[in-house]
């Protein structure tokens, strides 16, 4: 019996999952599309120029983003309740399954389901609305378009999802709340940390620095932005590599859980 | 089937619950484990069942290593805590998205049990009264046919009729292949259903004896009945006063564990002394 992962055992363990939590799942669901409804229909009715490609973007990167971090920072947060997590803990599965389980409902399967309802809630609105003037091309906001960028939404989902993930296994209770505290200290803690490094290794006139991104030197009375070729490769392999610490991180998190 | 070998165990590494504890228990037992409020009863149960880590020495069950939760191992264990979960699901889903997961688990012997039980199928088990729950755990737990089943408080909650019931069942559960520990502060609950008794106190395993080798060194009796033999033990009881001797006659008296466990708590050495 292989003690690591077996297909049969994780889905099984999938299944007892989904029946152990598809009411709490469905009325979440029903929520997020509630609040994509009321406030994508309340900006159709009150603006002139309708539900707009260009509107969708924030929308879409608001409501991904912030759901997508509760949803992840509740899913394993029954490890935080002690009558939960024995049976969870004692369940004749391996932590990876158990772990695996809970990182494709919070990474895959919200990804999957947000992403058409984003786009079924825009075509309802749109179809409701008297607004009927969009070319084709403004009508439903483009992911890849090389123009806005909204693709790059998805390393800051990852990122996010990463967070949230160890601190729903971290924490006891108010995971949401002490994951995003924590977080939000951590990133004014290293970007405080990188500006004095950046500030040591070039002793004058550093401009701006941002964590995984690019320096501003000041010149001539301005800032000259200092550009390394291909940096965003460098930029997305520095988040990869702390979205792929951080879901291992979690991992072992779980391994270690004690009741 | 369990070893235990100078295991230590705290919740900070300075104040150690457990030192130094070493403990043996086989199939084919039911094993009665009592300690005072605070002993350390569901912590110990808890490292046997690896929901906490010792900080030192060893714990094996089965040859697994408990602290690392393997399916092998879980499949092999049915852990009944005081307080459970149990999700909004009837009896019958429960068992099939939970049994499965148990290799030798019996519906039938789950349903026949729970008719035993008058527990309601048709019922959420998130909706069922505390010791409605309770029940529907001990029957899970033991129609998974694991070799070995441990339980915390199981009669917490239980009503009398049902705590007969309860006593009955395990008893009938016992198989040479299967071990059970039953963990309780109350000892009359565990009449006529251990037999095996491990008294934990003060940090350690002060008794770890089968009731036949107790009752084989002790004579539990009055102090009407004493006829010059010396006394070890001394407690007011309802019916006079209540008294443990040591066995020179090699006759037989049931074990009054109550009396036996306080005798042990209240420091009195010569009962320990003598069982050793």
């Not at chain 1, 603006?47 to 539900?51: P, R, Y």
């Given at each position: 019996m292989n003690q690591t992962f077996n297909l049969n055992r994780f889905s099984k363990l999938f299944v007892k999952h989904t029946a152990d939590n598809y009411k709490t799942y469905l009325m979440s669901f029903a929520v997020l599309l509630g609040v994509l409804f009321i406030s994508m229909g309340f900006i159709a009715y009150v603006?002139?120029?309708?539900?707009s490609a260009r509107t969708q973007i924030p929308f879409f990167i608001f409501v991904y983003i912030l759901a997508g971090s509760i949803f992840t920072s509740i899913i394993f947060s029954d490890l935080g309740n002690k009558r939960k997590a024995i049976s969870i803990l004692t369940l004749p599965a391996s932590h990876f399954e158990k772990y695996l389980v809970g990182w494709v409902y919070s990474f895959v399967i919200f990804q999957l389901l947000f992403i058409p309802s984003f786009y079924l809630v825009v075509i309802i609105i749109q179809t409701l609305s008297p607004i009927k003037e969009f070319s084709n091309d403004e009508k439903l906001m483009d992911l890849f378009s090389e123009k806005q960028k909204v693709y790059f939404v998805f390393y800051l989902f990852a990122a996010l999802h990463a967070v949230a993930l160890w601190g729903s296994v971290f924490f006891k209770k108010h995971h949401f709340i002490k994951t995003a505290f924590v977080f939000l200290i951590g990133v004014f803690a290293l970007s405080y940390l990188n500006n004095q490094f950046i500030q040591f290794i070039i002793s004058e006139g550093v401009g701006t620095s941002t964590p995984f991104g690019r320096i501003g030197v000041r010149e001539n009375g301005g800032i000259t932005m200092v550009v390394i070729k291909n940096d965003y490769i460098y930029s997305a392999l520095a988040v990869a590599a702390v979205v792929i610490l951080m879901w291992t991180s979690t991992f072992f998190r779980l391994k270690e859980k004690e009741v | 089937m369990i070893k235990l070998n100078n295991l230590n165990f705290g919740y900070s590494k300075k104040k150690l619950l457990f030192k130094n504890l070493s403990l043996t228990l086989s199939e084919g037992h039911i094993y009665g484990l009592l300690g005072k409020n605070g002993a350390g009863k569901s912590t110990l149960l808890k490292n046997i069942a690896g929901l906490a880590f010792p900080i030192d020495g060893v714990c094996s069950v089965k040859g697994f290593m408990p602290s690392q939760r393997l399916p092998g191992f879980l499949r092999e264990l049915f852990f009944i805590p005081e307080e459970m979960y149990l999700p909004s699901l009837t009896p019958a889903q429960f068992a099939k998205s939970t049994g499965h997961f148990y290799p030798n688990f019996d519906i039938g012997h789950f349903n026949n049990m729970l008719n035993e039980f008058e527990v309601p199928l048709d019922s959420k088990l998130n909706k069922l009264s505390f010791g409605q729950q309770k029940k529907v755990m001990i029957a899970f737990g033991l129609a998974a046919n694991t070799s070995l089943l441990i339980m915390d408080e199981p009669t917490n909650g239980l009503d009398i009729p049902s705590k007969s019931q309860f006593r009955k069942i395990i008893a009938s559960a016992l198989t040479e292949h299967r071990c059970i520990i039953i963990s309780t502060h109350q000892v009359r609950d565990l009449d006529s259903l251990i037999d095996s008794l491990i008294v934990l106190h003060r940090q350690e395993i002060v008794l770890n004896s089968s009731l036949d080798a107790i009752s084989d060194k002790l004579t539990f009796t009055s102090s009407a009945q004493l006829n010059g033999k010396k006394a070890l033990y001394t407690e007011d009881g309802l019916g006079g006063i209540n008294t443990i001797v040591a066995n020179t006659e090699e006759s037989y008296s049931k074990v009054d564990m109550e009396l036996l466990f306080n005798a042990i708590i209240t420091e009195n050495t010569s009962v320990t002394d003598h069982l050793k």
């Open positions: 603006d002139n120029n309708g539900l | -």
